[in-house]
């Protein structure tokens, strides 16, 4: 018969064992930026020029990459969206969604809350290596912090950015 304080040890083991393994994945997909990125000049479906750099100077910025194909980043994308609302600095690059039209569609119109960059040929993912959609990346001070690929909750996007204002 297994004691409490056994069953605690092996759930705290398998907690461990499983963050490790997804810090490991997010690893290995980790996106690499150009060397330049914080200088590159955007250009917004709405119609705005801007660069990481004047985004990410006074709060952390969360890059988010997309794909109208991905069935996981719809999710991912109305999480970003109910952020970017509550005042988190989100830029989101589509990537293989289409028009700018189309984009606004799929949007239903948020892209006015937050700056999205039309990726219709997927070069610009290219350019970053960003090779799983949905790609998260938060930036500050022009620097790459942390990145995630694939679904993340509110939550996790939450602590992510909240460790970066606190520790970057």
């Not at 952390?60 to 005042?87: A, E, H, M, Q």
């Not at 959609?133 to 790459?144: E, F, G, R």
Request: proline residues 4%.
């Amino acid at each position: 018969m297994t004691t409490l304080g056994q069953c605690l040890r092996a759930l705290f083991l398998l907690l461990l064992a499983m963050a490790l393994v997804l810090w490991l994945i997010d690893w290995v997909r980790a996106p690499k930026p150009p060397a330049d990125f914080a200088q590159q000049v955007f250009h917004t479906i709405d119609g705005r020029t801007i660069t990481v750099a004047e985004l990410s100077a006074k709060k952390p910025l969360l890059i988010y990459f997309w794909s109208r194909d991905c069935n996981v980043c719809r999710y991912t994308t109305r999480n970003l969206i109910n952020l970017s609302g509550k005042g988190y600095n989100v830029l989101t690059i589509a990537q293989h969604a289409g028009d700018d039209i189309q984009i606004v569609r799929l949007l239903n119109g948020k892209h006015l809350i937050m700056p999205v960059i039309n990726d219709p040929t997927g070069s610009l993912a290219a350019s970053w290596q960003a090779e799983v959609m949905p790609t998260l990346l938060i930036v500050k001070k022009n620097k790459v912090v942390l990145s995630t690929t694939g679904w993340t909750s509110v939550t996790g996007i939450q602590l992510r950015h909240w460790w970066v204002k606190k520790w970057y």
